[in-house]
């Protein structure tokens, strides 16, 4: 193996640090997944979409987070060893991952109220499997999750859960020293620490009983209850990290663009020294 020199070791070098940033990539895709996979009530959220592809979606991240480490490892490889075939090999693969971002983008952009519209009726469907605060099924541990977590109450607002089975069966409890039938569950109330949800425990409401408007007027409840429905929440997490997200996603794009083509200089410098 002859020296590249000049602009060829240059994009050589350049190639190998890129590789790098993906295995560091690679490695984080893994550890979300894992953390997914082993994190309390995560599963039951995404189980909560009642889609098969999405229940297995932090599989899927573990599986994405697997492949990246070994294409890193592929171009790495083959810019040290200035290896014409790997490196061929490498740009084949990085260039279809690159086509297939652009896409999933445009069919997401293309088919956005559709996802919207999918999104809305899998929520307010699963909704109807909800049983309890106590229950142990998927559907009522996941919708506990995620209203916690979120902070938000039924699918598009707090009034969704007295469409639902859950509500038809409630019996009358005792709050504030008055019976009454809940009407949404004790989930959708506010709540100091929303994260311990993570540790496989549901927080204590800030105040159960304003939550259900016992003895107060409907804008003291509101500062108890989340009546923000799941569903915009989400989309306004989505939204206030948008530029977070983008800035990844148009970063992880350049590099794949750069990294093809260093991959074709480095092969070009290795073909001529042959």
Sequence with gaps: ????????????????????????????????????????????????????????????????????????????????????????????????????????????????DKVDAFVTNQLRKTMNNYEGEAAENKYSQGWNALQVLLECCGTNNYTDWMDTPWYGNNTNIMVGGQSLKPEWPATCCKVDNNLVVFEGKYPTPNNLTYCYGVGVNEMTRDMYLNTEGCYQAFEDWVKSRALYIGGVGLGLAFLEIFSMVFAICVCRGAGKDD
Excluded: H
């Design 1 to 112: 193996m002859a020296k590249l020199e000049g602009c060829a070791n240059c994009a050589k070098i350049l190639l190998i640090v890129f590789n790098i940033v993906f295995f560091i990539v690679g490695i984080a895709l893994l550890a979300v997944g894992i953390w997914v996979v082993t994190s309390p009530y995560n599963l039951d959220i995404l189980s909560i979409l009642d889609n098969p592809i999405l229940e297995s979606g932090a599989y899927f991240i573990i599986a994405l987070g697997a492949f990246i480490f070994v294409v890193s490892f592929l171009g790495c490889c083959g810019a040290w060893m200035e290896n014409r075939l790997m490196l061929i090999i490498y740009f084949i693969i990085v260039l279809l991952i690159f086509i297939a971002q652009l896409i999933g983008c445009a069919v997401i952009i293309a088919y956005k």
